[in-house]
């Protein structure tokens, strides 16, 4: 330890000892001061920021030494008596979405200094969101400008309408900007140890001998286990309904390894760096096997990555192929036949990560009555706590999984990958464990998008009428197959099911390699097929002489189209439409853009400009597979509760829940308590992932408020002897001609709460449709592309919250637009992950931003929620090939390959 160092703390004085190395940070989360937030622990994402002496400093990497008689500030010392201005505007403009970034991005954002829109976005580089696409933080920063030096104006809080169509406040945005927020890692038991894993530096390797002397012997290590401890049973890490569809082909811990980061083994010690060390001491005689990071040659080669036998589900492992999916309808021989011409190319999409900026992170312990708790920043827990009974051989009631605030998820936590060690280890050492990522290990050990190669053939008319189209898709799922049929399912169902075409064909194959695993991500395949699909039919129009518009709009499904791609069964629950706002859709963004069929590419000098545009499609949920249950109660005190087991993992799903209930039952969100995502207090929900949650889990809600409603009426009614079409219910009471009564005496008459509990799966699966516009402008010189703007419309049915609608769909974009020109796993012929940091992925920042605009184009789905469909992953899916298509437009160059760097596009300028 270093000599004692005395120093502030928001205006708290603290004398401490910590050993060399320990950042501000970690000196500050151990104080209590859990609104400072650990990310990337390299000053590279700015999610820790705090003042010394009123001065931003990235607390990650600053040294404790130097603390020694300085005043440190951190989010939870801005607000003493009522918020900053710097928090208000950020309440103000909803300038967070899950929030794990907003404490440091306010502490930085109070302090900065700009004279210009571009000034402001070029300072917020050593802040990272990746939730919001920026756009509602810039906009909070700008009021926080303009208002700083003005008087401070009495606060009004904007009214909590119970109207469905309101932008109502996110219910948790207080708390976000308050730095009061709960996520996972801010609360542990006492007694807690903390879990370190062996990962193997191999691609493919059979473990021979592990020796775990040395670490057991280590003080302060309370276990260490390997394949040799655990049980030996297969399952997926994807979080589904069972049955699962994925192959079973995973173990807690296995005698083979199967990508450089796999698990080898786990060391529970009462510190991380004690852990650490010990893993350092565990020596492991690994013989090492041919490996393969190519899917196309995994197929053809004498190389067999699972060949265990315990594993069941995959298509076949001989070849590598983890699952097959084929879909099709009529003669696709006889189509191209009819066709005047065909186009067919092959297009490359790389593995990105998720980069949420909460990692991954699970704590779990014993009560006393035996119930294993897991405490997990999960979008799935009900699929969790099935699957850790399962693996570990305990009823399912003795085993409670919830969930706190979450800090981004994206797909990649509907994986199991923290929560079955952490139990391991709390059943053998009795005591409460838990284990966060790391950065790398979140780059280098958890899932990613899936890498394609796409090959894409069309037939089509001489009039632009398309007659045959063609797709095959080789996925890389990596070392495990979870996900890897559903995705590649999605990735020819929807964009091939967007056009009215007579013949189609699509085969799909998710192939194993020593690669990290893929996995979720939202868009979740159709990202992919979206990409390769609308680049072609700009394509064919430029061949033929047809607006890329026109064709579009042309051969688009249509509202009395029955799509027959993947219904293999006429009760088939994928591919509905309800409603169908396509062609507003397409209005609005021409209409922004300015746009002309024939317009030609702006050229000055080495810089030229142009257009492009994309279409894409999604569905609102998994009809018939994803369940909701909604526990809605009237308390005794005469307040409503609202118990379920959805998910918000950022979205503002907990505040769009309360809105459905809030319009049906006449209150205000702020009269709705909630609790959701616990399996031991709330009903089932599948989780936060298909675009489900305000479509399905919503649905269910607003089936629950119209029955309680119908309950207390009926109720109502009887005591005030009225009928109940005569009484109106209001936040308090239940009102009749010339008499009322309060809803807490209400309950007090029925002598007991007013219960109702509804469970809700679709039987339909609305499609949402997106359309997109792009200009961009590149360089020839240096072949660099600037996005200069982005237009989406969104065919959303009715927005629930139009402030919510627009955030996911500005988030959206940014996330395709780092997509399409900046993000990529680069892998060696190692199978190593190359770029395992922030500072070396290449995130968007703000200064990356596009100018953006959203249009919500409303109208009412006949089976979501007042009308409302998904929106949640859709904003992503066109962004990427709009711009490929707009710099196609500007240059006459087409690439078909992401990201479209600089390099690959200078090059492919200079072919």
């Not at 670490?215 to 309904?241: C, I, N, Q, W």
């Not at 958890?446 to 398309?466: C, E, F, I, W, Y």
């Not at 469909?869 to 899916?877: F, H, L, M, S, Y």
């Amino acid at each position: 330890m270093q000599e004692p160092l005395t120093f502030q703390v928001n205006g708290k004085t603290y004398t401490e000892s910590c050993p060399p190395g320990t950042s501000l940070l970690t000196l500050l989360r151990d104080l209590g001061w859990v609104g400072v937030h650990r990310v990337c622990e390299s000053g590279d994402c700015g999610s820790c920021t705090v003042w010394v002496d009123d001065k931003p400093v990235h607390s990650c990497i600053y040294p404790v030494m130097k603390l020694e008689g300085h005043d440190v500030t951190t989010i939870e010392g801005l607000a003493v008596d009522e918020l900053a201005p710097i928090q208000q505007a950020f309440l103000e403009k909803q300038g967070f979405q899950c929030g794990f970034c907003t404490p440091g991005m306010i502490m930085s954002a109070a302090k900065l200094q700009f004279n210009s829109l571009a000034e402001l976005r070029k300072a917020l580089d050593g802040n990272l969101c990746r939730c919001t696409g920026y756009e509602a933080i810039v906009e909070s920063i700008l009021l926080h400008a303009e208002t700083k030096n003005q008087e401070k104006s009495q606060e009004t809080t904007p009214p909590l309408t119970p109207s469905v169509g309101q932008s109502v406040p996110k219910q948790d945005g207080p708390a976000i900007v308050k730095g009061t927020a709960n996520y996972t890692a801010d609360w542990s038991p006492p007694g807690l140890l903390h879990i370190k894993a062996v990962r193997s530096p191999y691609p493919h390797a059979r473990i021979r001998k592990i020796d775990t002397e040395k670490a057991k012997a280590l003080s302060g290590v309370h276990a260490v286990f390997t394949y040799e401890d655990v049980p030996r049973k297969p399952y997926t890490t994807a979080g589904h309904a069972d049955p699962v569809p994925d192959p079973l082909d995973h173990y807690l811990l296995d005698n083979k390894v199967r990508f450089v980061g796999d698990r080898v083994a786990v060391v529970v010690a009462e510190s991380v760096a004690i852990a650490t060390q010990a893993c350092h001491l565990i020596e492991v005689d690994y013989e090492i096997l041919p490996h393969i990071i190519d899917p196309v040659k995994a197929m053809n080669c004498k190389i067999v990555i699972h060949d265990e036998p315990e594993s069941s589900q995959i298509y076949d492992p001989q070849r590598n192929i983890a699952a097959k999916v084929t879909l099709g309808k009529h003669d696709i021989a006889e189509g191209f036949a009819e066709a005047d011409l065909i186009v067919e190319n092959t297009y490359y999409l790389p593995a990105v990560q998720h980069v949420h900026l909460e990692p991954h992170i699970s704590t779990s312990w014993l009560e006393e009555d035996g119930t294993l708790v897991v405490r997990s920043s999960t979008q799935v827990p009900f699929h969790t706590q099935r699957v850790l009974a399962q693996l570990f051989d305990l009823p399912k009631d003795k085993v409670r999984v919830f969930k706190t605030q979450i800090g981004g998820g994206f797909g990649n936590k509907q994986e199991i990958l923290t929560e079955d060690l952490c139990v391991l280890a709390t059943l053998h050492t009795g005591k409460p464990v838990q284990w966060e990522f790391t950065r790398e290990e979140e780059f280098t050990a958890t899932n990613s998008r899936h890498a394609m190669q796409v090959r894409v053939k069309t037939g089509v008319k001489a009039d632009g009428t398309l007659v045959a189209q063609e797709m095959e898709a080789i996925a890389n799922t990596g070392a495990y197959g979870n996900h890897a049929p559903t995705v590649v399912f999605l990735t020819g169902c929807y964009p091939l099911g967007l056009y009215r075409c007579p013949h189609q064909r699509f085969l799909g194959l998710s192939v194993y390699t020593n690669t990290m695993p893929a996995g979720a991500f939202r868009g979740y395949g159709a990202t992919q097929g979206t990409f390769a699909v609308e680049l072609q039919m700009d394509e064919i129009a430029e061949k033929l002489g047809i607006d890329p518009v026109e064709l579009r709009q042309k051969n688009i499904i249509q509202p009395h189209d029955i799509i027959r791609l993947g219904r293999e069964e006429a009760h088939d629950h994928f591919h509905l439409i309800g409603s169908y706002g396509v062609p507003e859709c397409f209005s609005k963004v021409t209409q922004a853009l300015n746009y002309v069929p024939g317009m030609q590419p702006n050229i000055n000098g080495h810089l030229r400009r142009g257009v492009g545009f994309a279409v894409s499609m999604q569905g609102s949920g998994l009809a018939k597979i994803h369940s909701a249950g909604v526990k809605l109660s009237l308390k005794n005190d005469g307040k409503y509760e609202l118990r379920t087991g959805a998910v918000d993992v950022g979205t503002g799903a907990d505040t769009s829940l309360r809105q459905i209930a809030a319009q049906v039952l006449g209150v205000t969100v702020a009269d709705i308590e909630m609790i959701a995502g616990d399996t031991h207090h709330t009903p089932f929900d599948a989780g936060s992932y298909a675009s489900a949650t305000t479509y399905i889990s919503g649905k269910a809600v607003n089936k629950a408020a119209v029955a309680m409603r119908s309950q207390i009426l009926e109720f109502a009614a009887k005591v005030l002897e009225t009928q109940p079409e005569n009484i109106t219910l209001t936040a308090d009471k239940a009102l009749a001609p010339q008499q009322e009564i309060t809803l807490q005496e209400l309950v007090t008459r029925n002598q007991q709460p007013f219960v109702v509990e509804v469970e809700h799966a679709a039987s339909e699966s609305s499609l949402t449709f997106a359309v997109q516009g792009a200009e961009v402008e590149v360089d020839t010189e240096t072949g660099r592309i600037n996005v200069l703007r982005c237009i989406q419309a969104i065919d959303v049915g009715t927005a629930i919250n139009p402030r919510i609608c627009h955030g996911q769909a500005t988030g959206g974009i940014v996330m395709g637009l780092g997509y399409a020109l900046s993000e990529e796993l680069l892998i060696n012929d190692s199978g190593k992950i190359l770029n395992p940091a922030l500072r070396t992925y290449r995130l968007p920042t703000a200064k990356d931003t596009p100018q953006m605009e959203i249009f919500l184009v409303e109208q009412p789905d006949p089976y979501g929620p007042f009308g409302a469909k998904g929106i949640g992953e859709i904003g992503t899916n066109c962004t990427a090939a709009a711009i490929a298509n707009a710099v196609a437009h500007a240059t006459g160059v087409r690439l078909t390959q992401i990201p479209m760097t600089p390099e690959r596009v200078w090059k492919a300028l200079n072919a």
